[in-house]
C-alpha cells in the first residue's frame, strides 16, 4: 500500500471511529440543505441528519412551499417530544402562501426551541412571530429581521438571554419595552431600526437589570424618509448591569441614560437629528447633548465619532461638562477646527490614562490657542496616539507639541502620518525630535505613510 493511500485511508477511519454525537455536532456548524446531503454517503448517514437538532432552512430553496412544509414537517415530528436546539427560517419570495408558512412557524415554536431566528427578505412586512412565542420557556437567542411585532401583554421569557430584533416594525412604543421586561436574564440587545417603516415607536425604553450589551442603530443616510421633528424620536435607558454600549443614531433627538455602571465602555456615534451646522445653536440640541454627556459621565472608556465631538466641542462654547471622574480611556475623531476645545474636554477627565486622537480637515484662518494644562496631563496620562490627516498641518503640530511639553507622566507618543517622500519624512522626525518633552521617560513613536489616510 502506497502512502498516499495509508494517509486516506487513515483519515477515513478516523471518521468512522467518531461516535454519532460528535458527528451531529459537527454537522450543527452547516445549514440544513448540507447536513442533508451527508445521507448519501453510508447507510449510517443515511438518518444521522436528523440526529442534528438544528433546523437551518432557506424556503427558496425549495421547489415550492409544499415540498418544504413536507420536509419541514417531518423533521420536526422527529423531535416532537425532545429539544430543538435552533431553529432558522429565511425566505424573500413574494409569490410565497404565507398561511401555511405562518403556520408552521407557529407549530415549530412550540418545539422546546433553544435559538430561534426569523430572516425575512420580503417586500413588505408580515406578522411571522405567533403569541405562543411570546411565552416559550425554553429560548435562550432570538434575532427576528424584518417581520412586524405586536405587543403581548401576557409575554414571558424566563431564559431568553440575548436578543436581536433588526429592522421590524412596531405597532406602538410599548411593543419593545414590555418585550424586554418579559426577559428577567436578558444579557444582549441589539435594536437596528427602519426609519422608512419604524413610525409606531417615537420612543425606544429599555429597562433591564441584567443587561450588559445593547446596541442601537438607527441611520437615515440610505433611506429616503427622515424626520424633521424636534420630539419624534426619543431613547431611554435604565440598564445599570451594563458593560457596553453603542449608540450609532442620527435621528434620535435624546437620549436619558440612568444609572450607568462605572466600568462602562461607550461607543458613541450621534446627531441629535441635526441637518445643519446652525443646528449646534438650537436650545433643545444643547440641553439634548448635555443630557447624553451627564448620563455617559461615570464611564471608564468612551469612543466618540466625528460628528457627535463636533456637537460636544460646541457644546462646550455654552456649558461645562460634567466630570468624567472614572475615564481612563478616550478615542475622538477631532476636526481640527475644534483642536481649540480640546484642553477644556480634558479638564472634565482628571484621571484619563489613554487618549487616541484621529484628526481631519483644515483650520479656520484665526490661530489657534492652546494655553491652559488640563489635570491629567500632570497626573494620569501616559499614552497618547495621534493620527494626522495632513502632515504640514501647522495646528496639529502645535497639538502634538502641547502634549509633549505639558505631559508629566506621558510613557508612549505615538504620530501615525502621511508623508509625500524620504526628504519629507526626514524634516518632520528631525522637528519632532527636536521637541522638548516635559517627561523624560516618554517614547516618541512616529510612524510614516506615503499615500491615503489612516
Known amino acids: 500500500m502506497s502512502k498516499k493511500e495509508a494517509n486516506h485511508r487513515s483519515g477515513e477511519d478516523r471518521i468512522s471511529l467518531l461516535p454519532d454525537h460528535l458527528l451531529c455536532q459537527i454537522l450543527s ?12 454517503l453510508s ?4 438518518n444521522l441528519w436528523l440526529w442534528v437538532p438544528l433546523l437551518d432552512l432557506n424556503v427558496d430553496d425549495f421547489t415550492d412551499l409544499t415540498t418544504f412544509l413536507s420536509f419541514a414537517t417531518r423533521f420536526l415530528d422527529f423531535y416532537e417530544e425532545s429539544c430543538l436546539h435552533k431553529l432558522k427560517i429565511s425566505f424573500k419570495r413574494d409569490d410565497l402562501d404565507l398561511c401555511p408558512l405562518i403556520s408552521w412557524i407557529k407549530d415549530a415554536t412550540m418545539r422546546k426551541i433553544h435559538h430561534f431566528e426569523v430572516d425575512c427578505g420580503l417586500s413588505f412586512y408580515i406578522h411571522v412571530v405567533p403569541l405562543t412565542f411570546y411565552t416559550c420557556e425554553t429560548l435562550v437567542s432570538l434575532r427576528l429581521h424584518f417581520v412586524k411585532l405586536v405587543q403581548s401583554e401576557l409575554a414571558s421569557l424566563p431564559n431568553l438571554k440575548v436578543m436581536h430584533l433588526e429592522k421590524n416594525i412596531y405597532i406602538d412604543n410599548e ?3 414590555n418585550l424586554i421586561l418579559s426577559c428577567p436574564v436578558l444579557e444582549d440587545l441589539t435594536v437596528i431600526r427602519n426609519i422608512e417603516y419604524d413610525f409606531g415607536m417615537e420612543v425606544l425604553r429599555v429597562r433591564s437589570q441584567t443587561l450588559n450589551s445593547f446596541n442601537l442603530v438607527l441611520d ?3 433611506s429616503w424618509y427622515s424626520s424633521t421633528r424636534d420630539d419624534y424620536m426619543k431613547v431611554l435607558i435604565d ?3 451594563l458593560e457596553y454600549l453603542s449608540l450609532k443614531d442620527d435621528q434620535s433627538v435624546s437620549f ?4 450607568l455602571g462605572s466600568s462602562a465602555e461607550v461607543d458613541i456615534d450621534v446627531s441629535f437629528n441635526m441637518t445643519s451646522l446652525l443646528d449646534l445653536n438650537d436650545s433643545l440640541k ?9 448620563g455617559l459621565s461615570s464611564v471608564r472608556d468612551m469612543t466618540l465619532s466625528r460628528t457627535t465631538s463636533k456637537i460636544i466641542c460646541h457644546y462646550l462654547k455654552h456649558e461645562r461638562m460634567p466630570q468624567f471622574s472614572n475615564m481612563k480611556r478616550l478615542n475622538v475623531k477631532l476636526y481640527v477646527s475644534d483642536i481649540e476645545m480640546l484642553p477644556k474636554f480634558l479638564e472634565s477627565c482628571p484621571n484619563l490614562e489613554s487618549l487616541i486622537l484621529k484628526m481631519r480637515g483644515v483650520t479656520e484662518e484665526k490661530e489657534i490657542s492652546l494655553s491652559s494644562v488640563p489635570k491629567c496631563l500632570q497626573t494620569s496620562l501616559e499614552h497618547v496616539e495621534m493620527v494626522r490627516s495632513n502632515c504640514e498641518n501647522v495646528e496639529e503640530m502645535k497639538l502634538i507639541k502641547y502634549f509633549l511639553e505639558n505631559s508629566l507622566v506621558l510613557k508612549k507618543f505615538k504620530i501615525c502620518l502621511p508623508c509625500r517622500n524620504k526628504k519629507h519624512e526626514s524634516i518632520i522626525v528631525k522637528e519632532l525630535v527636536n521637541v522638548r518633552r516635559c517627561s523624560n521617560a516618554c517614547h516618541v513613536i512616529v510612524r510614516i505613510r506615503r499615500r491615503g489616510f489612516f
Request: hydrophobic share 30%; net charge positive; no cysteine.
Open 256 to 259: 436619558e441614560i440612568s444609572n
Open 220 to 222: 437615515s443616510t440610505k
Open 286 to 294: 444643547i440641553s439634548a447633548t448635555g443630557k447624553l454627556l451627564t
Open 239 to 241: 440598564a445599570p448591569r
Open 175 to 177: 411593543t419593545v419595552e
Open 43 to 46: 447507510t449510517r448517514w443515511r
Open 29 to 40: 456548524n452547516l445549514p440544513t440543505k448540507n447536513v442533508v446531503t451527508t445521507s448519501i
